[in-house]
C-alpha cells in the first residue's frame, strides 16, 4: 500500500479535570474523517469533519463511568444530549 493511503490516527487518553491525569480505557480517536470518543473498547461517539455527531445507539449512556466521559467528550450534560438526541440533532447509529 501507498504511503500516501495510510489514513493518519491519533489516538490520545482524555484528561481528567480533577488530576490532570490521564484516563486509563477513556480514549479521543482523531482522523482524517473525524474524531471519535471510545470508552474502553466500545465507540460511543462520532463527529465527522462537518459537525454531525452520531452516538451508539447501544451504548452512549451505558455506565455511569462512561456517561461522565462522553459528558466532557462532548462538552455537555446527559440531558442535553438526550435532548439534541430527540430533537434530531444527535443521529443514533451502530458505531461498532
Known amino acids: ?3 500516501n493511503k495510510i489514513k493518519k490516527i491519533k ?3 482524555l484528561i481528567s479535570p480533577h488530576s490532570g491525569r490521564e484516563v486509563v480505557n477513556q480514549f479521543e480517536i482523531k482522523t482524517c474523517d473525524g ?3 471510545q470508552s474502553y473498547s466500545t465507540i460511543i461517539v ?3 469533519n462537518n459537525g454531525k455527531t452520531y452516538l451508539n445507539k447501544d451504548g452512549w449512556k451505558c455506565s455511569n463511568t462512561t456517561s461522565k466521559y462522553r459528558n466532557q467528550f ?3 450534560t446527559t440531558k442535553e444530549t ?3 438526541v430527540d430533537l434530531g440533532i444527535y443521529t443514533l447509529t451502530n458505531l461498532n
Request: net charge negative; proline share 6%; no cysteine.
Open 82 to 84: 438526550q435532548e439534541k
Open 1 to 3: 500500500m501507498p504511503i
Open 11 to 13: 489516538i490520545s487518553n
Open 74 to 76: 462532548l462538552g455537555e
Open 46 to 48: 462520532f463527529i465527522n
Open 35 to 37: 474524531t471519535y470518543f
